[in-house]
């Protein structure tokens, strides 16, 4: 179980981010996360890897809707309100990159984004796309 103080998926230590530094929390409203503990955080058990921390647009949403995943809808019975743009998600390193590729990603912060996000994504492309950058 996380200890939700650090993005470390309960492993003790700190986690990092795309830029080799400590994870930062990506959103507590809505409660976001694998773990649902506000940190874009990883595991064995999160096969999805929901590892970037987005900024949710209405085109995504709508593309992500379009691809079988309703992300507006509230889902109470699960605590899930609904996204709408704006919000921050941790959202599925896989699905992030087909939005790409589809020409629809949504704008991430990088320094919540984890590190095992690279697995699926270049750095650079998510560089393209932060919104933490100066």
């Known amino acids: 179980m996380p200890r939700g103080d650090g993005g470390d998926g309960g492993k003790g230590g700190f986690s990092r981010n795309v ?3 400590r994870l930062e ?6 409660m976001t996360g694998f773990f ?3 940190w874009c955080d990883t595991s ?6 929901h590892t970037v921390c987005a900024v949710m647009t209405a085109d995504f949403l709508t593309f992500s809707r379009a691809f079988g995943n309703d ?8 605590g899930f309100p609904g996204l709408k743009p704006g919000d921050r998600w941790c959202l599925c ?3 992030w990159q087909e939005a ?3 020409g629809h990603a949504p704008h991430i912060v990088l320094r919540a984004t984890h590190e095992g996000a690279l697995a699926y994504c270049s750095l650079a492309d998510l560089k393209r796309f932060a919104v933490d950058l100066a």
């Open 19 to 21: 830029l080799g530094g």
């Open 25 to 30: 929390s990506c959103s507590v409203r809505p």
């Open 36 to 38: 649902r503990n506000g």
């Open 44 to 49: 064995r058990e999160d096969v999805g890897s």
């Open 71 to 78: 992300l507006t809808t509230p889902v109470p019975e699960f």
């Open 93 to 95: 390193a896989p699905r």
């Open 100 to 102: 790409l590729e589809a």
